[in-house]
T-cell receptor, first 112, second 114 residues
Framework: TQLLEQSPQFLSIQEGENLTVYCNSS?????LQWYRQEPGEGPVLLVT?????EVKKLKRLTFQFGDARKDSSLHITAAQPGDTGLYLC????????????FGSGTQLTVLP | NAGVTQTPKFQVLKTGQSMTLQCAQD?????MSWYRQDPGMGLRLIHY???????DQGEVPNGYNVSRSTTEDFPLRLLSAAPSQTSVYFC?????????????FGEGSRLTVL
């Protein structure tokens, strides 16, 4: 089973600031997903990256998959209070959903 | 749209009691799964199913049973609850027949075992 480490574990910033969270492993992923989870709800998929070096943008969120497909980052520009939540990365060893391994998450709080 | 529905949302059990967490989805997804979420440990897969009549074990299956008699329903049974099973449980489904695709999660069921 792959081990996915996310950093930082907690992050509290002011509205308008930029931030980056990281997802790292010593193993190679076939694909990697990012989810956001709000209190009392289940995670919701933000993006899936598949190709090494791939960059995807979702409004103010930029996701990057490492060239070696062992790591990923999420960058948020001009954070807003609505970005508050738990951000989870999930890496797949192969092509099956049962092979998804979730990181422990980064709890982001954006203060107004 | 209902999506993935879990019941109950909250439950308190005593050690040794049994119970069933219900999960239903109305999206005609073939793949369904159960995860538990514990602080600092992310989501861990308990059991999964790639279709009606087919179930298999995930990373942490001990103490849990599942069945999949219909496409819509995937209940999780705790046969004899233990304090170590205190957790938040999430049911998830996917339209990708078990291939890596978007997982749709329910709102979770918070279980406390005393």
């Amino acid at each position: 089973t792959q081990l996915l480490e996310q950093s930082p574990q907690f992050l509290s910033i002011q509205e308008g600031e930029n931030l980056t969270v990281y997802c790292n492993s010593s193993s190679v992923f076939s694909s990697l997903q990012w989810y956001r989870q709000e209190p009392g709800e289940g995670p919701v998929l933000l993006v899936t990256v598949v190709t090494g070096g791939e960059v995807k943008k979702l409004k103010r969120l930029t996701f990057q998959f490492g060239d070696a497909r062992k790591d990923s980052s999420l960058h948020i520009t001009a954070a807003q209070p609505g970005d508050t939540g738990l951000y989870l990365c999930a890496g797949a060893e192969g092509g099956s959903a049962r092979q998804l391994t979730f990181g422990s998450g980064t709890q982001l709080t954006v203060l107004p | 749209n209902a999506g993935v529905t879990q019941t109950p949302k909250f439950q308190v059990l005593k050690t040794g009691q049994s119970m069933t967490l219900q999960c239903a989805q109305d999206m005609n997804h073939e793949y369904m799964s159960w995860y538990r979420q514990d602080p600092g440990m992310g989501l861990r897969l308990i059991h999964y199913s790639v279709g009606a009549g087919i179930t298999d074990q995930g990373e942490v299956p001990n103490g849990y049973n599942v069945s999949r008699s219909t496409t819509e329903d995937f209940p999780l049974r705790l046969l004899s609850a233990a304090p170590s099973q205190t957790s938040v449980y999430f049911c998830a489904s996917s339209p990708s027949q078990g291939m890596v695709g978007e997982l749709f999660f329910g709102e979770g069921s918070r279980l406390t075992v005393l």
